[in-house]
């Protein structure tokens, strides 16, 4: 069974192309600037061909259009027709609290997107054009959504998932705190369970997804207790690359009525100019942050220090939220790359029983392996595991279509022993 997954964002587009079973990763890639001019399209394939091309791309259709042509290209392509394509996977942000597991696409889930871009109006529209679009071309194959809040919404609890606001505003508005980012969460934490040599129902973690979006997760035996973001993609929390993560509420009020500014003019700087790049005066990669930082810029050194206070912050909140940790795991390109983010956000917390081996935290960079760069005594372990959300769509859509997905149960193949990660089979 041949599966496409799209990942349909704002300003890209992401697709990958599996063979199941034994999920083997064909090849992956991304369009991105999609609409903006200087489009680039990226792809990657496990025979080593590989792509970086400037793409003339003004709108998702273009780019969706690109991506099938790259896909079936003669040289590049792993497939001969797009009819070889059995299932597609597709990624949503926003389920609600209605889908809180993978699910088949049809007329109801297209409406519940509809209806849940309200609380996701950055990305649910564009996941909802992605889904229209491949089922435009691809109209006889099933099609499944996967979603970024499935994984925390289904399990956090009452007490850490309401706001302490007038309770009709849960009751007729949905306003609680869902939690993002969850295909990645619900990976690394069952990869960290498979590290410890534990069942995953015994063990307490910490996980923190850092990139431009960046998400802690509290996991409890094995399940979501807690997480950083709440009702939007943009408030509490992490300091992200330009959104602003935990902030006071009423600072919107009050940029709206004494700094002259419209609403959407302060959605604009919460969501868009504000994060590591608000702070820095313009830098979004922390890689530029840290060697501005080095060579003397003190926004920059402020921007790192702010980010890495509130990792610290995250890490502590949620280890006594727990009762106590296994383990702490660092994903994404933040968490994958920066050993400075993972020492500072573990600074000075050997009371906890968190500590680092410096010199295995400095050579875990880039998505080479999963490395355990705490010291062979601490208490506490610590990961970096490189995440790999396509995977969990990929085994979900599998599953679903083959009629034996069980979301409380299911067993991922990467929970099994020898499994090979996909990023080190291109
Ligand atoms: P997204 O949320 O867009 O998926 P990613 O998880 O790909 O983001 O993370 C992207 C970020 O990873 C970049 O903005 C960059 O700051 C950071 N990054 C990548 N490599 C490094 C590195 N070697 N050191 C520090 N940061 C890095």
């Given at each position: 069974m041949i599966i496409l997954t799209l990942n349909c964002g704002s300003s890209s587009v992401k697709y990958s192309l599996w063979e199941m079973p034994g999920a083997k990763p064909l090849c992956q890639g991304i369009v991105e600037r999609v609409g903006m001019g200087d489009s680039t399209l990226t792809h990657k394939s496990v025979s080593n061909t590989s792509k970086n091309q400037e793409v003339d791309c003004p709108d998702h259709e273009a780019a969706i259009d690109l991506i099938f042509d790259v896909i079936t290209d003669s040289e590049s392509g792993v497939v001969s027709d797009l009819s070889e394509i059995e299932?597609?996977?597709?990624?949503?942000?926003?389920?609600?609290?209605?889908?809180?597991?993978?699910?088949?696409?049809?007329?109801?889930?297209?409406?519940?997107?509809?209806?849940?871009?309200?609380?996701?109006?950055?990305?649910?529209?564009?996941?909802?054009?992605?889904?229209?679009?491949?089922?435009?071309?691809?109209?006889?194959?099933?099609?499944?959504?996967?979603?970024?809040?499935?994984?925390?919404?289904?399990?956090?609890?009452?007490?850490?998932?309401?706001?302490?606001?007038?309770?009709?505003?849960?009751?007729?508005?949905?306003?609680?705190?869902?939690?993002?980012?969850?295909?990645?969460?619900?990976?690394?934490?069952?990869?960290?369970?498979?590290?410890?040599?534990?069942?995953?129902?015994?063990?307490?973690?910490?996980?923190?997804?850092?990139?431009?979006?960046?998400?802690?997760?509290?996991?409890?035996?094995?399940?979501?207790?807690?997480q950083s973001l709440g009702f939007s993609t943009c408030g509490e929390g992490l300091v992200m690359g330009t959104r602003c993560g935990d902030l006071d509420p009423i600072v919107p009020l009050f940029m709206i009525q004494h700094a002259n500014m419209t609403h959407q003019e302060v959605e604009d700087v919460l969501y868009r100019q504000s994060g590591v790049f608000g702070l820095s005066g313009g830098y979004i990669d922390r890689r530029d942050i840290i060697s501005a930082a080095s060579d003397g810029d003190t926004r920059a050194q402020l921007t790192l220090d702010v980010e890495c206070y509130r990792l610290r912050k995250y890490i502590g909140a949620y280890a006594a939220a727990l009762g106590g940790i296994d383990a702490v795991v660092f994903t994404a390109g933040v968490g994958e790359n920066s050993p400075l983010h993972r020492q500072l956000a573990c600074q000075d917390l050997d009371f906890l029983g968190i500590q680092l081996d410096r010199k295995v935290n400095n050579s875990a960079v880039g998505r080479q392996s999963e490395v355990d760069i705490s010291t062979v005594d601490s208490k506490v372990k610590v990961f970096v595991i490189p995440t790999d959300e396509e995977l969990v769509m990929v085994e979900d859509a599998a599953a679903i279509i083959e009629d034996r997905f069980d979301p409380d149960n299911f067993t991922y193949s990467f929970e099994q022993p020898g499994y090979v990660p996909s990023y080190l089979r291109f």
């Open positions: 299932v597609v996977a597709h990624r949503v942000v926003h389920g609600g609290e209605k889908y809180t597991h993978s699910v088949i696409i049809d007329e109801d889930v297209i409406g519940a997107i509809d209806e849940f871009a309200i609380l996701a109006p950055l990305h649910n529209p564009n996941n909802l054009l992605g889904i229209r679009m491949a089922q435009k071309v691809m109209p006889s194959v099933p099609h499944t959504a996967s979603w970024d809040t499935a994984f925390s919404a289904a399990y956090m609890p009452r007490h850490t998932s309401l706001y302490a606001i007038p309770y009709k505003f849960y009751a007729e508005y949905g306003i609680r705190r869902y939690g993002y980012q969850g295909l990645s969460h619900s990976y690394v934490a069952k990869r960290a369970a498979r590290l410890l040599g534990r069942n995953r129902s015994e063990v307490n973690l910490i996980s923190l997804h850092i990139g431009n979006g960046s998400t802690v997760t509290a996991v409890k035996k094995g399940r979501p207790y807690d």
